[in-house]
């Protein structure tokens, strides 16, 4: 049986993984709809970031619905890491 902080972390690595399902599906989104000039300029196998801050400024509202999601994960996830002192190299952060 697992202990309790074990339990802690996979909670946070499955949150982990979680968000960046949610943020890979906003990213989706708006490259089909709202940044399809820039996913017109990709090719395939190009690797870029993206960050919060290359959607916040779009109007659409799924994506801002996505965007508070993502961010509400990150917070989780710090809080579970800071109140059971977990450290990065603990989890499987990405």
């Given amino acids: 049986m697992k202990t309790y902080k074990e339990q802690i972390i996979d909670t946070i690595n499955e949150l982990s993984e979680a968000r960046n399902k949610v943020f890979g ?7 089909s709809n709202d940044l399809k000039e820039i996913d017109d ?7 870029f970031n993206f960050e ?3 959607f ?7 994506i801002q619905a996505l ?22 190299n603990e989890v499987n952060l990405s």
Wanted: proline share 2%.
């Fill in 25 to 31: 599906l906003l990213v989706s989104m708006a490259m």
């Fill in 41 to 47: 300029a990709f090719e395939i196998g190009d690797v």
């Fill in 52 to 54: 919060y801050a290359h």
């Fill in 56 to 62: 916040e400024d779009l109007v659409d509202p799924n």
């Fill in 67 to 88: 965007i508070s999601l993502s961010k509400q994960m990150d917070q989780t996830i710090e809080t579970m890491m800071n109140i059971n002192g977990i450290k990065a």
